[in-house]
């Protein structure tokens, strides 16, 4: 049975995420994801490194959910989850970080 993709069941898994890894990489955070009940393919996720080659003081991931995104965020080991609307574009990040 799939887990039920709301905002209680994001924070779980990235809570469980920044206890194992407080500076996860993307394919931590789409696991994260994925662990709530978000198709792998569906979840789009920020940078984890800096376009000079540093590590990210924050990594962000967000899917789309019933007209809505759900961000989840890890910032050095603390999580944050919010509900922000979907883009005109259908998607939740502006560009593509899919």
């Not at 967000?62 to 005109?88: M, N, T, Y």
């Amino acid at each position: 049975m799939a887990a039920e993709r709301t905002p209680e069941s994001l924070t779980k898994a990235l809570e469980a995420l920044a206890a194992e890894s407080p500076t996860p990489d993307r394919a931590m955070i789409r696991k994260a994801f994925t662990e709530a009940g978000f198709p792998g393919e569906s979840v789009e996720v920020s940078l984890d490194i800096t376009p000079t080659g540093l590590a990210v003081d924050s990594i962000r991931g967000a899917a789309a959910e019933d007209g809505s995104c759900l961000f989840g965020e890890v910032r050095q080991g603390a999580v944050s989850v919010s509900v922000l609307p979907v883009l005109d574009s259908g998607y939740c990040f502006v560009g593509d970080q899919r």
